[in-house]
């Protein structure tokens, strides 16, 4: 195995249903990974919710759920399901709180492509 495999199983990731998804081509995960970490759906999240733009926060935080299910990224994915699922209910209080538990799980995925 390699040393991004075994970051990725540590962080919470299946690491089978994503050999399957991303048959079995490790770099293009990487590639993908590494695109994921480059996008600003983090920082749109944020902007929205300091806004208070339910909208705009549903559609950011909907991305990165997105992303981060079809990278089996198991925690940042449940951190922000949380989330999304608030602003489909059009709540936005508690918004703030919960980025930033989307934000550590966002920084433990960043620290994984380092390796």
Same mark, same amino acid.
């Given at each position: 195995m390699s040393k991004l495999t075994d970051a990725l199983i540590e962080y919470g990731?299946?690491?089978e249903d994503v050999k399957k998804r991303f048959?079995?081509?490790?770099?293009f995960y990487r590639e993908c990974l590494d695109m994921f970490?480059?996008?600003n759906s983090l920082e749109q999240l944020?902007?929205?919710i300091d806004k208070g733009e339910i909208?705009? /926060?549903f559609n950011a935080a909907h991305t990165i759920k997105g992303i981060a299910g079809n990278l089996g990224l198991t925690p940042l994915f449940d951190a922000v399901s949380e989330l999304v699922e608030d602003l489909r209910a059009d709540k936005i209080e508690g918004a703030l709180k919960k980025y930033t538990n989307i934000e550590l799980e966002y920084?433990?995925?960043? /620290?994984i492509?380092?390796?």
């Open positions: 990731v299946d690491i048959v079995e081509d490790e770099e970490c480059d996008d944020k902007l929205a909208q705009e /926060a920084e433990k995925v960043k /620290a492509t380092k390796i």
